[in-house]
C-alpha cells in the first residue's frame, strides 16, 4: 500500500463556538502543524489542517464556511448530532450549500435517518454532498459498523477516512483494504485516493451510488 502525499487533520468545531475559541483553535491547529511537519521530513507526507464542522447553529454565513472549509476548497466537512431527524439534517445541509459551499458529510453510518434510510445518501449525493465513511466505524461492531458496510458495499461512499484520534490509530490498514476490496473491488484505493484527491482539488465529486 502506497503511502497518501497529503494528510489533513480535522479537529472538531462547532458552529456556536465563539470567535475567541476559533482563534484559540487555530493557534494550536498551527502548533500542531509545525509539530507534524518535522515528522513529515521522514515520512514524505504532508500534513494539512481543516475543521470537522458541526452544525449546531442554523445559517452559517458564508465567511464563517470560508474560515472552517478544507484548505484551498469550497468543500466543508461537516458532521450534526447523532439521533437528528432526517429533515432537520437535510435543511442543515442545504443551508451550507445555499452559500455556495460543498458540505463532505462525515460518518453517515452514525446518523439514525441513514440507519433506517442508506439511500437518502444518493439524494444527497444529487444536490452535490460528498460522503465519507470512517474506518473506524468498518472496523468497529453493531448496527454502525453494519451501516457503514451497507454503503460501502452499495456504492453509496466517496471518501473512507481514518478518524484517527491519536498516535497509534492505524485504521486504515492492509486488512481493512482486503475486506473493502473483497465487497466492492477496486474501491480502497479509489476512496482512500483518488476520491479525497478531488476533494482537495476543489472538484466536484460523482453521484452516488456509482461502481467501481
Ligand atoms: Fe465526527
Redesign the pocket.
Known amino acids: 500500500m502506497t503511502r497518501p502525499a497529503v494528510v489533513v487533520a480535522t479537529p472538531?468545531f462547532r458552529l456556536s463556538n465563539s470567535v475567541r475559541v476559533f482563534n484559540s483553535q487555530s493557534k494550536r491547529i498551527l502548533e500542531f502543524l509545525s509539530y507534524a511537519n518535522i515528522l513529515r521530513a521522514e515520512d514524505e507526507f504532508s500534513v494539512l489542517a481543516g475543521r470537522?464542522v458541526?452544525l449546531a447553529r442554523w445559517k452559517p454565513s458564508a465567511h464563517t464556511l470560508d474560515a472552517l472549509s478544507l484548505p484551498g476548497t469550497s468543500w466543508v466537512l461537516i458532521?450534526h448530532p447523532f439521533g437528528m431527524p432526517w429533515i432537520f439534517a437535510l435543511l442543515r445541509i442545504r443551508a451550507v450549500l445555499k452559500q455556495g459551499f460543498r458540505p463532505l458529510l462525515?460518518?453517515p453510518e452514525?446518523y439514525s435517518w441513514c440507519r433506517t434510510h442508506p439511500e437518502r445518501v444518493s439524494r444527497l449525493s444529487e444536490l452535490g454532498v460528498g460522503i465519507q465513511v470512517?474506518a473506524r466505524s468498518l472496523t468497529g461492531t453493531g448496527v454502525t459498523a453494519e451501516t457503514a458496510w451497507r454503503l460501502i458495499e452499495s456504492g453509496m461512499v466517496h471518501v473512507l477516512s481514518s478518524?484517527a484520534h491519536q498516535p497509534g490509530d492505524n485504521l486504515l490498514s492492509i486488512e481493512l483494504k482486503h475486506e473493502v476490496d473483497s465487497v466492492a473491488p477496486g474501491a480502497y484505493n479509489l476512496l482512500t485516493g483518488k476520491m479525497p484527491e478531488m476533494v482537495m482539488n476543489n472538484c466536484e465529486l460523482p453521484k452516488l451510488p456509482f461502481t467501481v
Open positions: 472538531h470537522e458541526m458532521e462525515a460518518h452514525r470512517c478518524d
